[in-house]
């Protein structure tokens, strides 16, 4: 067998075949590295606490970084900017003496408040000038005051009224929870919450719903209890102890004027019954007449004297006594 009479000649592939394969192990490669992300800690934040929105998979060495806020790169909604090649930090126009920029690209945020609730922007610069931008979210929920429990009625009549009872404030993201006489509501056609919870109504309120009442108000960053609550239940009995009471008041008063009025009428009395004493008895001189004139012992001896109508009988250590004749003696 003859060797063959020259070399084996070579296989062109064409250029349009040769770019489709790299294209297609490009798209197939996975990229070198991860994705730039935003990491909110803690991610529920409560009213006064301290926040850092962690900057996750940036870019080695860059050139800088700038925070954003809301979901846009705008000047006007810069926080704050920093340079890493001369570590020199600009601060924007929102910018509120709470924010702290680290080299590394995390932001801190102090003493958050409500406002602060929102977006988030990061905006990474590289070295060829190609930037990267990732948006984080910040949710500040207001720590719960003492909830108190209000009522429509302080007072309800037992089997009359209807009572609505109201935990605390109303505040947003926060639930309700009620309990009576330290177990959770039972199931009764006479209680109903509203469809928040804030509110629990009691309709036509027996003396055994007073109670104790204690309503629970909790959202993600807090709980808090409220005082127990206990309703005051007016009932039948106590109506009528109150009349009992106003009656013997009423008594009372009246035989204290009776008393009165009849200490004024004897008091009067006695006094209408009393004599002049500057004219009786009638003042007699003796030998001397009532015109002057000479009367005999004789004539005063058989004369009759004329009954009194009135005898007073006075002693100093006793009361005066009246006694009254219906008639007058006459004389023959």
């Not at 991610?43 to 860059?62: F, M, Q, R, W, Y």
């Amino acid at each position: 067998m003859e060797p063959p009479s020259g070399p084996a000649s070579r296989r062109h592939v064409p250029w349009s075949r040769l770019l489709l394969a790299v294209s297609l192990l490009t798209f197939r490669t996975p990229p070198t590295s991860a994705q730039l992300t935003i990491e909110t800690v803690p991610p529920l934040a409560a009213e006064g606490s301290d926040v850092l929105l962690l900057a996750h998979n940036v870019t080695k060495i860059p050139l800088g970084y700038a925070w954003y806020r809301g979901e846009r790169v705008d000047n006007i909604k810069l926080i704050a900017s920093y340079r890493v090649d001369n570590d020199a930090t600009i601060y924007g126009p929102v910018y509120s003496k709470r924010e702290a920029l680290y080299p590394s690209g995390t932001l801190l945020i102090q003493n958050v408040a409500q406002k602060d609730t929102g977006s988030y922007t990061l905006l990474v610069t590289k070295k060829d000038l190609q930037t990267e931008r990732q948006t984080g979210h910040l949710h500040v929920h207001p720590v719960l005051p003492t909830p108190v429990i209000t009522s429509n009625n302080s007072n309800p009549w037992e089997h009359e009224d209807t009572v609505v009872l109201t935990c605390g404030a109303e505040t947003q993201n926060t639930s309700y929870m009620w309990w009576i006489n330290s177990q959770s509501l039972p199931k009764s056609t006479r209680l109903e919450l509203s469809e928040d919870k804030r509110t629990l109504t009691v309709f036509n309120v027996t003396r055994n719903d007073t109670g104790p009442y204690v309503c629970e108000a909790r959202n993600p960053v807090s709980v808090s209890r409220s005082d127990p609550f206990t309703l005051d239940v007016l009932w039948q009995e106590n109506s009528r102890a109150l009349s009992v009471g106003a009656i013997t008041g009423i008594v009372i008063g009246v035989l204290l004027v009776l008393i009165l009025l009849a200490v004024l009428g004897r008091f009067i009395f006695l006094h209408s019954c009393l004599p002049n004493r500057g004219n009786w008895p009638p003042a007699s001189t003796s030998g001397h007449g009532p015109s002057g004139s000479s009367v005999s012992q004789a004539s005063l001896r058989d004369a009759r004297p004329p009954a009194p109508i009135y005898q007073e009988l006075l002693r100093p250590d006793t009361d005066v006594y009246c006694h009254i004749s219906h008639k007058a003696d006459v004389g023959p």
